[in-house]
């Protein structure tokens, strides 16, 4: 709930506290706790690996400047960890798979993309069908950045010039489009170099934000052994 009943000069009272009502309202990283026989509150992490380079953010609407702009007709800057872009993909069958990513490794459509795009051949080990859908991933991703015919970094730059508001949404949305694409674009190679390195920091470091990323990191090194 995002409001707590207590007792205050002996009436019950509704409270709403501001920043717990932020992060209750679409959580993301944490969990809202009010201890009635205490008459405490909290805000506790729901990762376990929280490090100087990896801070939790939680907004009141937690999005992605393309779902701001479209939806509200704002964008934000500083949001660059509440990703979204649209992949479409040949599933080897002729079938053509769009969805909906964010950043996230449990989002239903990064899984659910995952299920269709790994390989049914019993020769191949679990780990080598992921790694598989992985690159068929970073490909698509790889081609619908070249499609663009500015890079992010073009962007960043055009960001610091004297451009409309309408400009600067714009901007910003593509630009987060761009981002979202090169990271799924990244991933394959960052899993594989993990992987040779026997070192999950770098990926750690680059994909900790992402909502389950300690699950994946977890499930990807116990299909390790089997590849």
């Keep these: 709930s995002r409001a707590w009943g207590v007792a205050l000069d002996q009436v019950d009272q509704s409270v709403l506290l501001p920043l717990f009502d932020m992060a ?9 706790h009010f201890d009635e026989d205490l008459g405490t509150a909290s805000i506790i992490a729901n990762r376990d690996h929280i490090g100087l380079s990896l801070p939790i953010h939680t907004y009141y609407h937690n999005s992605s400047n393309f779902v701001f702009l479209s939806s509200y007709g704002f964008t934000l800057t500083g949001n660059d960890h509440h990703l979204l872009c649209r992949l479409s993909i040949d599933d080897g069958s002729g079938n053509l798979v769009r969805k909906e990513l964010t950043a996230s490794f449990d989002d239903d459509d990064f899984q659910n993309l995952m299920t269709e795009l790994r390989q049914s051949d019993a020769e191949l080990s679990e780990f080598q ?9 970073s490909e698509a991703a790889s081609e619908q950045l070249n499609e663009f015919s500015t890079t992010i970094e073009d962007d960043d730059k055009l960001l610091q010039t004297n451009l409309t508001l309408n400009q600067i949404n714009a901007v ?12 799924y674009k990244d991933l394959h190679s960052m899993v594989t170099d993990a992987v040779g390195k026997g070192d999950w920091s770098e990926f750690q470091e680059s994909y900790g934000l992402w909502s389950g990323a300690d699950e ?3 499930n990807l090194q116990a299909m390790d052994h089997k590849v």
């Excluded at 209750?24 to 990283?29: F, L, R």
């Excluded at 949305?173 to 090169?182: A, F, G, T, V, Y």
Aim: glycine content about 6%.
């Design 129 to 137: 069908k992921e790694l598989g859908a992985l690159e068929t991933i």
């Design 24 to 32: 209750d309202h679409e959580p993301q990283g944490v969990s809202v």
């Design 216 to 218: 994946y990191i977890t």
């Design 172 to 183: 910003r949305s593509r630009r987060h489009e761009k981002l979202c694409l090169s990271r």
